[in-house]
Every structure is written in C-alpha cells, then in structure tokens.
C-alpha cells in the first residue's frame, strides 16, 4: 500500500516539475511548482521524515512560493511571444540532459548491499546495525523502529542542538546577511 | 522492498527536468524556480539515504532549506534590481557582461 501511495505522489511530482518547464505564463510555472513540492513533502511523510515534511510545506510551498508570486505579479510579467532559447542552445541542452538523466537513473537500483559492495568490498556494511553515521545512537535497530520509539521532532532536534549546533548558530547570520542584503538590493536610494 | 532505489530514481529525474529548465529557458524568473526545484530533488535523495542510515542526512536538509530561503530573497531583490534597470527579465536583453 505504502509503495503504490509513494508511486503515485512521484508521479505526480514528475509531471508536475514537467509543466513548471513547459508553461510559458510563469504564475502556472509557480503553481505547478508548488505542486511538486506538495508531492515531495507527502514523499518525506512516507520516507518516515515527518518533520522535514511539515518544514517543506511551511518554508517551500508555503513562504518562499509566495515570495516568488510576489514578485511575479509585481513585475507584472504574462506570457511572452517566445520563452525558450534559439535553436542550437535549445538542442544542446536537451541532449544534455538526456546524457545526465541516462546516467543518474541507475540509482533507482539501490540497495543497502550494493552500496556496502561498492565502497568496503564486503556486505559488514549492509546490516542495519553498522552504520557510518554518528547520529544514529542506538545500535543495532532500523531507522523507522528508532525513530518511533524516540518521537519525531525529538530525534532531529537531539542532532541538531549537540553536534551540528556551530553550524545551527551560523544559519542565523546567514539569513541575518540574506534580510539586510536583499533590502539594500530592492531599495531605490538608501 | 524499501523506497530508498525508487525515491533515488525520481529525485534524479526531478533534477534532470530541473537543469532542462534552466539551460532551456529565457525567464529569469523560471530559471530561478528551476533551481529551486534541483535544491527539491536533492533533498530528497537526501532523506532518501537518511531513512536507510540515519539521520544527519534529514538535518543536511534542514540546512539546505535556510539557504534556499537566503537564496530566494538575494535572488529575487536582485532580479527586482535588474528589471528596474531594463524594463524586462528575459535573459537575451541582460548580456551585458558578454566578452
């Protein structure tokens, strides 16, 4: 049940990224996004990433959509008589990706095994109790069963404050830089 | 069978429609929602991987999205700059740092 939700909310995500490229009025590009990434956040729900899901809709779908919007509708852009490149820039961006697509789809046959195969040589890797990651405390339990014993915001916020709280700290002044440079960017005269 | 092959396979198709958006079309504008679609695909091969070995692949994304909202904001004003200045945001009038 789980596989055919997921298969759908992919394949409404693909189609939906498809049309962001292919409308010509960029406010249907915008909502066709926000599409996508409605499908994204439900895929992280089935991947067991609860909270990362909430995020994407509140800070994607939600504020930074809404900020394209914003500036779609104030610039007041509609459909141009042509938005896509000339011919030979045209082709050879299609082809491309073409080349890119071809050699990343391969991924789709992952497995723990094949990974641990690739890098070490030996399947130690792929038992669920070795892992090569220093946020996962409890041994020898897989993922999904830790997280629903530990609580979901729990098990990212114990990560986030004690190992990774330097870089926490410098996303602050990241976006501190991000809000007094786009205001000095917008502004007519300061 | 697990998610993980699957939700790498999609996140690498969503990135490919990204980069043919972004090589394919003129709009500053949608070159930018493009972009903002590849950081999308990312993630979530990202939490893909996180839901196989833990969780430090879901905080990555945490701080990817910060810098995707940054990135938003600069990108956005400066694109509001720009527009000021030229009247349009389709990148064949904007050539002027062209050799």
Not at chain 1, 46 to 53: C, E, P, S, T, V
Not at chain 1, 102 to 114: D, K
């Amino acid at each position: 049940m789980t596989e055919q939700v997921f298969w759908f909310f992919a394949a409404v995500a693909v189609v939906s990224a498809g049309l962001v490229v292919a409308m010509r009025n960029p406010i249907a590009s915008a909502f066709w996004l926000v599409s996508t990434m409605l499908c994204l956040a439900a895929m992280f729900f089935l991947l067991n990433a609860q909270f990362i899901g909430v995020v994407q809709i509140l800070v994607y779908a939600g504020a930074v959509m809404v900020l394209f919007l914003f500036v779609i509708m104030l610039l007041n852009l509609g459909r141009a008589p042509s938005d896509l490149r000339r011919a030979p820039a045209w082709l050879v961006g299609v082809l491309l990706v073409g080349v890119l697509a071809s050699q990343l789809m391969p991924l789709g046959g992952y497995t723990r095994e094949r990974l641990a195969l690739e890098y070490t040589r030996s399947t130690a890797l792929a038992s669920p109790g070795v892992v090569f990651d220093s946020t996962m405390s409890v041994t020898g339990m897989d993922p999904a069963t830790a997280t629903l014993e530990r609580g979901v915001p729990g098990d990212i916020a114990a990560p986030l404050f004690q190992q990774y709280l330097v870089p926490f700290e410098l996303t602050s002044i990241l976006l501190l830089a991000a809000i007094v440079g786009a205001v000095v960017l917008a502004k007519r005269r300061i | 069978m697990s998610l993980v092959g699957p939700s790498l396979a999609v996140s690498a198709l969503l990135f490919a429609i990204g980069v043919l958006g972004v090589l394919v079309r003129r709009n500053a504008i949608v070159i930018f929602m493009c972009v903002e679609l590849m950081l999308n695909a990312v993630n979530l091969s990202f939490v893909a991987l996180s839901a196989a070995y833990g969780l430090s692949g879901q905080i990555f994304v945490f701080f990817v999205m910060t810098v995707a909202a940054a990135e938003a904001a600069v990108g956005l004003a400066i694109m509001l700059a720009i527009f000021r200045h030229h009247k349009s945001v389709d990148l064949q009038n904007i050539n002027l740092l062209r050799g």
